[in-house]
């Protein structure tokens, strides 16, 4: 079954699971909407008059508006797969109370208006969380092989739903709610499984709703984007006219439907019927044509498809305004929006730069889109009650808005191509955007231009964006970029060709596998043994694995180990666990040539990382003890890679080694969850280890999970101020990858006020210091006390720092962080926009504290304007000293030891005497320093060394 998946859709080794939770989660929810949207209708249309569909169209716009508003506040606040399952319990809930109103036959009141607008929303809702969900489920790299598959189960359950609608003929249209509880309640099992299954660890740029139906409308200001941008505004009209356009059709399609089919079962089978034709037109639409048309007419002319057969259906119900015409509109309208144009559309939304790309897409698919609706309804109400126009003469009403559509559409493709350009030349399109298509003829015209140049950043971001694009045009350049100087270039090129059937290159790219670059080399191996069958392949390892060069050996081992998961005759012919002891007695060897020892230790600890295979895992844990740390780097990365819990100790005792710490911590992160309660424990029992500590922190601030973030917050009490600042980075970092984790705001606001307390004493401190600096002493006296004053002085300035990452896990993040940057601005203006800011965003019981802090922390400041902004109280120069001394850790401490040394403190000889065997040197040395002054000079009081 998996090797059927690898072969058809390209799903790999770990894979398979996830994607067919999603592929099934999918299914089921567009299948229920499939089934409910011929159920409302035909419910309405019983009850009511088509004259009062209408007025559903402008509740629909006003409703989706305020619950999707309400829900994604709500949404902030709670973890993902919770949210799902209340919500999923929630729509149950409300099926299950609809159904028993229908099966007691109430249809009264605005129990049916309520039902029509519940079937709208609950289509945005559900599909919307579904992709938000596939975004967390994979990474950026699977969903851009993956989401094909995925969104396969949405045409899937889109045609068997609506012919499902079609059992109203046989169990009556109100128990097809009963059916959909069944499926629905399906969910309830899946989400679980695919929230386990979830990707490791997803950046806070990855995680953002999916295609239909964004919910957040974060930040910027929506219509200035649209008067900055021409482009942005055509954009947001051509989707705004769409929409309308659509609701009046509908309008349409359903009155007539209504005039020729009275019978409410027969109309539920109908609308079922036609809704599942449609996708399964639409489909092969997509699959046969789309591709072809992007590829040689481009973005442009493929608008012109939807309101072209609009406007010949809309002509056609006008002169006969019967079912047939009917029918013919909704083909036009339904076969065309979910292929062509909706390929369009995703186009002309790519070259949007990906700072604003969310609020615009937000922008367009809620309020515009809820706009449009309104609009519709309110132009129905006028047009047929007002001014009494049949259900044919709409048509004079969609013929001129389809028009403006065209106009739009047309003025668009020059604008698209500039702003295209103008990405590529300032990087502004997102390389993992999931559902990029670059297929279009005009955009590959301007790629090309790229490519033929000699800028090598803007070839390579091209090839980035072109990596999942076959087009013949593109062939030439990529064939005369295998012999570019950049080794990343050729690598991207090789690539790119391994996707296209013909022209076979293997001559040419057999060059290639003595190439420089170790992963050229291995890609060019793997390429070889794509173009090659049976026989040939295994020839070909063979002469690779036996090649005088040790180079091409480690690159034919790499393509061998890569493989052997999809290819059973590898596995066999080649036993990996021969190969690799090979290898290392290879090794061993090669003593003469260190260079080539290494060479061939590095590249068989990354091939190691390839395959999960447990008789290789002794290998791995040899390269994990080895001498060389590169080679250790490297067996750390693919430890990590296996999640194999038995190479964890191994792990967590390179944390404490300065040159592969930071690939153990790597490493260690890929295990997630699976690690979780160990590397907690650790960080408890880390005691007087404080590298340790410190790294433990750095690791779980890359596991997006609860139990992470409640360890982490234990964390903030820690008595060492390094660690608690650890701590606090890590969980900024959870705070803005994983916004789906909770942050309590109790302890938070303990620590907060905590901090400003901290800030408060070593500001009385500093400024009862630069009082006494202006008196006379010494020379080193005087140096002394500069020196502890700017020591204190970045103390408060770590303060501040802590004090807004605090704020950072309560508040949003960007937010805090940007009024940061304002607050220590040497900017005046930006200093008093981010008091503002704060002052309008904080609760009172921060606001009391922080604001006289944030005004009084400013170069500008005289020292006596910020004392008593601040209402400090100056301290004697002895307490101060004693505070630090015996309060203080690190650095700070050390400058208060010295000048306790020079300020001759003998009261403090006791406290400087314990701290000649502090863990600080810099303490230690500063405290030795002191003694010998207060014992060589004499001191103010009582010294006993």
Same mark, same amino acid.
């Given at each position: 079954m998996t090797t059927l998946l690898h072969k058809l859709f390209d799903i790999r080794e770990g894979e398979a699971p996830r994607a067919l939770l999603m592929f099934g989660y999918v299914f089921l929810v567009i299948c229920c909407l499939l089934m409910l949207k011929p159920v409302r209708n035909s419910l309405f249309l019983e009850k009511y008059s088509v004259k009062d569909i209408p007025y559903v169209y402008i509740l629909v716009a006003v409703s989706a508006a305020a619950v999707t508003t309400f829900y994604a506040r709500f949404a902030r606040k709670a973890r993902l797969d919770r949210l799902i399952k209340i919500s999923l319990l929630f729509i149950l809930s409300n099926l299950l109370i609809f159904w028993l109103l229908l099966r007691f036959d109430y249809k009264g009141g605005w129990f049916l208006f309520i039902f029509f607008v519940w079937v709208a929303i609950f289509g945005v809702i559900a599909v919307s969380q579904f992709w938000t969900l596939a975004n967390f489920v994979f990474d950026a790299r699977e969903a851009k092989r993956l989401f094909g598959f995925v969104g396969a189960g949405a045409i899937s359950g889109g045609i068997v739903g609506g012919y499902a609608a079609r059992v109203a003929l046989v169990i009556g249209t109100e128990n097809i709610l009963l059916i959909c509880i069944a499926l629905l309640s399906l969910c309830l099992l899946i989400v679980p499984a695919a929230w386990k299954r979830r990707a490791r660890e997803v950046q806070a740029e990855q995680i953002r709703p999916g295609r239909p139906g964004q919910l957040r409308l974060r930040g910027g200001n929506p219509f200035r984007m649209l008067r900055e941008s021409p482009y942005l505004a055509i954009l947001a009209g051509i989707v705004g006219v769409s929409v309308i356009v659509a609701n009046l059709l509908d309008y349409q399609y359903i009155a007539i439907a209504k005039a020729e089919i009275p019978d409410k079962d027969e109309l539920t089978a109908f609308f079922g019927f036609w809704l599942s034709t449609l996708s399964i037109i639409s489909l092969l639409i997509q699959l046969l044509f789309t591709r072809r048309i992007l590829g040689s007419l481009g973005v442009g002319p493929s608008l012109f498809f939807l309101p072209l057969g609009i406007l010949l259906g809309a002509l056609a119900i006008w002169l006969y305004p019967v079912l047939w015409a009917a029918i013919l509109i909704k083909v036009s309208d339904g076969s065309f929006k979910q292929s062509i144009n909706k390929a369009g559309i995703e186009l002309l939304m790519l070259p949007i730069p990906s700072a604003i790309k969310p609020q615009a897409k937000a922008f367009i698919d809620v309020l515009v889109d809820s706009t449009a609706t309104g609009v519709g309804g309110l132009l129905l109400i006028l047009f047929t009650g007002v001014w009494g126009f049949s259900v044919g003469n709409i048509s004079l009403v969609i013929v001129?808005?389809?028009?403006?559509?065209?106009?739009?559409?047309?003025?668009?493709?020059?604008?698209?191509?500039?702003?295209?350009?103008?990405?590529?030349?300032?990087?502004?399109?997102?390389?993992?955007?999931?559902?990029?298509?670059?297929?279009?003829?005009?955009?590959?015209?301007?790629?090309?231009?790229?490519?033929?140049?000699?800028?090598?950043?803007?070839?390579?971001?091209?090839?980035?964006?072109?990596?999942?694009?076959?087009?013949?045009?593109?062939?030439?350049?990529?064939?005369?970029?295998?012999?570019?100087?950049?080794?990343?270039?050729?690598?991207?090129?090789?690539?790119?060709?391994?996707?296209?059937?013909?022209?076979?290159?293997?001559?040419?790219?057999?060059?290639?596998?003595?190439?420089?670059?170790?992963?050229?080399?291995?890609?060019?191996?793997?390429?070889?043994?794509?173009?090659?069958?049976?026989?040939?392949?295994?020839?070909?390892?063979?002469?690779?694995?036996?090649h005088p060069d040790y180079r091409v050996q480690a690159a034919a081992l790499t393509c061998a180990t890569r493989c052997s998961a999809e290819e059973e005759w590898i596995r066999t012919s080649f036993p990996l666990k021969d190969l690799v002891e090979n290898t290392l007695l290879q090794a061993g060897q090669a003593e003469g040539n260190p260079t080539e020892k290494k060479f061939i230790k590095i590249n068989l600890a990354r091939a190691l990382g390839t395959v999960k295979r447990p008789e290789l895992y002794p290998f791995l844990h040899l390269?994990?003890?080895?001498?060389?740390?590169?080679?250790?780097?490297?067996?750390?990365?693919?430890? #990590?890679?296996?999640? =194999?819990?038995?190479?964890?100790?191994? /792990? %967590? *005792?390179? +944390?404490?080694?300065?040159?592969? !710490?930071?690939?153990?911590?790597?490493?260690?992160?890929?295990?997630?969850?699976?690690?979780?309660?160990?590397?907690?424990?650790?960080?408890?029992?880390?005691?007087?280890?404080?590298?340790?500590?410190?790294?433990?922190?750095?690791?779980? #601030?890359?596991?997006? =999970?609860?139990?992470?973030?409640?360890? /982490? %917050? *234990?964390? +903030?009490?820690?008595?060492?101020? !390094?660690?608690?600042?650890?701590?606090?980075?890590?969980?900024?970092?959870?705070?803005?990858?994983?916004?789906?984790?909770?942050?309590?705001?109790?302890?938070?606001?303990?620590?907060?006020?905590?901090?400003?307390?901290?800030?408060?004493? #070593?500001?009385?401190?500093?400024?009862?210091?630069?009082?006494?600096?202006?008196?006379?002493?010494?020379?080193?006296?005087?140096?002394a006390r500069l020196l502890l004053a700017r020591a204190l002085e970045e103390k408060l300035d770590d303060s501040l720092e802590r004090i807004f990452r605090l704020l950072g896990l309560i508040y949003p993040p960007r937010d805090l962080y940007n009024a940061y940057l304002g607050i220590v601005s040497a900017r005046q203006d930006a200093r008093a926009n981010a008091l503002e800011f704060l002052d309008n965003l904080l609760a009172p019981r921060y606001k009391k504290d922080l604001i006289p802090i944030v005004e009084a922390h400013s170069p500008q400041n005289s020292p006596g304007s910020a004392r008593n902004r601040l209402d400090l109280h100056l301290l004697p120069e002895q307490e101060c000293l004693h505070r630090l001394i015996t309060g203080e850790v690190g650095w700070l401490k050390a400058c208060a030891v010295y000048l306790a040394g020079t300020a001759k403190a003998g009261h403090l000889a006791a406290e400087i005497l314990t701290l000649t065997s502090d863990r600080e040197q810099a303490v230690r040395e500063a405290a030795e320093y002191a003694l010998r002054q207060l014992e060589k000079n004499g001191s103010d009081g009582e010294f006993h060394p």
């Open positions: 001129p808005l389809v028009l403006a559509w065209l106009y739009l559409a047309l003025r668009v493709r020059k604008q698209y191509l500039e702003a295209f350009r103008t990405a590529i030349e300032k990087r502004t399109i997102d390389l993992e955007e999931q559902f990029t298509n670059l297929q279009d003829a005009s955009l590959v015209e301007t790629a090309l231009k790229v490519l033929e140049g000699k800028n090598e950043r803007q070839i390579l971001y091209v090839l980035n964006l072109l990596e999942s694009v076959r087009h013949e045009r593109l062939l030439p350049c990529l064939q005369e970029l295998l012999r570019h100087s950049s080794g990343e270039i050729r690598l991207q090129a090789l690539k790119m060709l391994a996707r296209y059937d013909s022209p076979d290159m293997s001559e040419e790219i057999y060059s290639l596998v003595g190439d420089e670059q170790p992963e050229v080399r291995a890609e060019a191996i793997a390429y070889l043994f794509q173009k090659s069958g049976g026989e040939k392949k295994a020839r070909l390892l063979r002469e690779f694995l036996n390269l994990l003890k080895d001498a060389d740390p590169e080679v250790v780097q490297n067996a750390a990365l693919s430890a #990590g890679k296996t999640r =194999e819990k038995a190479f964890a100790p191994a /792990l %967590l *005792a390179l +944390l404490e080694r300065r040159e592969t !710490r930071k690939y153990a911590r790597q490493a260690l992160a890929e295990y997630g969850e699976d690690i979780l309660e160990e590397l907690i424990a650790r960080l408890q029992e880390s005691g007087d280890s404080q590298s340790l500590a410190r790294e433990l922190s750095r690791v779980l #601030g890359r596991i997006g =999970e609860q139990k992470t973030v409640d360890s /982490l %917050l *234990a964390q +903030l009490n820690h008595p060492h101020p !390094r660690l608690r600042f650890q701590a606090l980075k890590a969980l900024n970092r959870l705070r803005n990858n994983f916004p789906m984790l909770k942050f309590n705001e109790k302890p938070l606001e303990q620590e907060i006020l905590k901090e400003i307390r901290r800030y408060l004493d #070593g500001a009385a401190i500093l400024h009862s210091c630069k009082q006494v600096q202006g008196q006379n002493g010494s020379p080193p006296e005087g140096a």
